[in-house]
């Protein structure tokens, strides 16, 4: 073999030599790639920013789904008993998810759909947001989940509660 480094090293060997194709060769681990990556976003500038370092992630041919969770009230509530109560959260479940859809919308910038990287939008419904996010990463075959945080310090987060860390 004409130019071939192995073939070189065969003929000046003093000793046995054993040459492997690296065609043969199986690693032990495989390097992880990201093709999907789930955006959740809370509508604000850190939420927002999040789509951005997705798109980092993402190679050409790669997938983005910007998600926002609307708060819902727990399904527990009677109809019967607080007909009002419940009309009206529904109500304002409606217009909350409609706006959300409007506003989804708006983020996604014109300039990333030249990157080669599909994007859709999903605007969920559900009384725990950390579970929507999960599962719909899950529905959605995410490899990552990428989230903006508000920056509360350990004690804030505690005190407060956290989507993020509900989702990890």
Do not use: W
Request: aromatic share 6%; glycine share 6%.
């Amino acid at each position: 073999l004409k130019g071939s480094f192995s073939h070189a090293l065969v003929a000046h060997a003093e000793t046995n030599v054993l040459c492997v194709p690296l065609s043969s060769y199986t690693p032990a681990y495989r390097v992880p790639s990201i093709h999907r990556v789930l955006v959740a976003t809370d509508f604000s500038d850190r939420g927002n920013d999040a789509l951005l370092h997705a798109y980092s992630l993402v190679p050409a041919g790669g997938e983005v789904r910007l998600l926002h969770v609307c708060y819902a009230p727990s399904a527990g509530i009677n109809p019967v008993i607080a007909s009002e109560v419940y009309f009206d959260h529904t109500l304002t479940t409606a217009k909350s998810k409609e706006d959300a859809e409007a506003r989804i919308k708006e983020i996604i910038p014109s300039l990333l759909a030249t990157s080669g990287v599909a994007i859709t939008s999903e605007v969920l419904v559900h009384h725990d947001i950390a579970t929507a996010i999960c599962e719909a990463a899950d529905r959605f075959g995410a490899d990552v989940i990428c989230m903006g945080t508000k920056g509360h310090s350990r004690v804030g987060a505690a005190l407060l509660g956290s989507t993020v860390q509900a989702v990890l």
